[in-house]
């Protein structure tokens, strides 16, 4: 079955997620390392494209990110 999708936009927090980890002062692959210590695996390229919003992103994946990120679900959704 063919995905439908709105818009060519495949997640709607990629923004925010690139925002708070230039906040830190991280890197892609930074993230991508702390995410695995949390039995998260997604390659910096997959961050690339997260943030882009060209992948989209589970909800294991999302409740990791904003851990890491030291930001709130809220945050990462627009809705603070």
């Known amino acids: 079955m063919k995905r439908l999708v709105d818009n060519e936009n ?3 927090i990629g923004q925010r997620i690139k925002s708070a980890r230039l906040r830190l ?33 589970t909800d294991i994946e999302i409740s990791a990110i904003s851990e890491v990120l030291g930001v ?8 603070e």
């Open 25 to 57: 002062g991280l890197s892609q692959r930074a993230l991508s390392e702390k995410l695995e210590l949390k039995a998260v695996y997604i390659c910096r390229g997959s961050i690339s494209r997260i943030e882009n919003c060209e992948r989209s992103v």
């Open 72 to 79: 709130t679900l809220d945050y990462l959704f627009g809705r």
């Open 10 to 12: 495949l997640n709607v």
